[in-house]
């Protein structure tokens, strides 16, 4: 790893730690666009639909909705149909200190009858369907000069090198993955298919060195004669753009605005911004975690050797009353404070058995992007590393 983006980790650590943050002091936030593909590089192309095209044409609708924004900055992998090495468009989004990182592709498949969105985050999985589409869009590197030396030997067609990407960054996850439920949300309301029932992860390699919460969108498929003749359309472009640059003004608003709402003024058509949350909130209650110090206490009141499993519902900058009603029925509601962003969490437990259907429980109640996340004597763990 370049000495640069070590320093770049370190201080983002230490901002993390600290409450503090660079938006805090410039105020200004950073998005990085990337439009999949690109000059020599097609993509998909089906029926007369090329996918670097469209990727490029979102994007750059996309981008002049949010340059229209106040205190936001877009930075471009590409703004012309040239070729963007993989690692340099991660590289790109670093060097910018970029807040989020936004790659935007189309989906293709033999079968013409597949139609439908999908949001991906950086990670690991065992679903075959998630590693053969991060192994198709990985596959791009082998247009790239020296690849092998460029990226470590990296074989986009081992499947030893794909199970051998670990998840770097993992203080990012929580943050790619509410950001990408974002985008469903605004896809689902535009009515479109959410493909497997929410966020998926998957090992892309543009989003593996990008140091920010980050996301990549599959649109969806040009291959099927509907959705790729409205992906293709203006309209339908138009429509895409304005779905996912409400998505981003959302997430923005939620883990660094004040609580107001910023409004995109297109066309007409459904907003898709969290409605406002009324504060009813009580006295806090013993078992209420205001922040990491008394989330820390509570958690080691407990058996500190083992791990425990909670199930993240939600963020949000909104304080609300931890009872049943406001959480869809779900019991034993606890709430996190960091960072200006409360989390809320269901459940706790040091049985990963019962953890998964807790997290089950969360999914069946409607929260189709809730995550399990861990502990260990009072500090946050990855899930991977409490299994162990």
């Known amino acids: 790893m370049h000495i640069s983006y070590k320093i770049k980790i370190i201080f983002t650590l230490l901002f993390t730690v600290g409450s503090f943050s660079i938006y805090a002091q410039s105020n200004i936030f950073k998005v990085t ?29 996309v981008g002049k909705i949010l340059e229209s924004m106040p205190k936001m900055d877009v930075i471009y992998t590409r703004k012309t149909d040239v070729f963007i090495d993989l690692v340099e468009r991660a590289n790109i989004a670093n060097r910018a200190d970029a807040n989020i990182f936004v790659s935007i592709h ?38 790239e000069k020296d690849y092998k030396q460029k990226y470590e030997g990296f074989d986009p067609n081992s ?18 993955i509410s950001l990408a439920s974002k985008v469903e949300d605004a896809f689902e309301l535009l009515g479109k298919k959410i493909r497997g029932g929410g966020v998926k992860q998957a090992p892309y390699m543009v989003l593996h060195k990008a140091y920010m919460p980050r996301v990549l969108i599959e649109m969806g498929f040009i291959s099927n ?50 409605k406002p949350i009324k504060d009813t909130s009580s006295p806090v209650k013993p078992k209420v975690i205001l922040n990491s110090s008394e989330l820390k206490k509570t958690i080691k009141s407990t058996d500190s050797s083992q791990p425990l499993f909670k199930v993240q519902l939600s963020a949000s900058v909104k304080k609300v009353e931890l009872a049943p009603k406001n959480f869809k029925g779900l019991k034993n509601i606890s709430i996190s404070y960091d960072n200006r962003v409360y989390k809320y969490m269901y459940g706790e437990t040091s049985d990963y058995d019962e953890a998964k259907k ?31």
């Open 225 to 274: 004669f509907t959705e790729g003749n409205l992906l293709d359309s203006e309209d339908g472009q138009n429509e895409i753009a304005k779905a996912i640059a409400e998505a981003i003004v959302s997430y923005k608003r939620d883990y660094y605005g004040n609580g107001e709402t910023e409004i995109i003024d297109v066309k007409p058509s459904q907003k898709i911004f969290d």
């Open 159 to 176: 499947p030893e090198t794909m199970i051998g990407m670990t998840l770097m960054q993992e203080e990012y996850l929580d943050n790619s």
């Open 33 to 61: 666009l990337d439009a999949g593909h690109g000059a020599h590089d097609f993509g998909a192309v089906y029926n007369g639909h090329v996918e670097k095209n469209i990727a490029l044409a979102v994007v750059l609708k």
């Open 106 to 143: 189309c989906n293709a498949n033999r079968n013409t009858e597949g139609y439908g969105t999908e949001t991906y985050v950086m990670g690991m999985t065992k679903v075959a369907s998630n590693l053969e589409a991060a192994k198709k869009e990985n596959s791009v590197i082998t247009l």
């Open 358 to 388: 807790q997290l089950q429980e969360a999914k069946d109640k409607g929260y189709n992007s809730a995550f399990l996340i861990a502990f260990r004597n009072g500090e946050k763990i990855s899930v991977q590393e409490a299994l162990k």
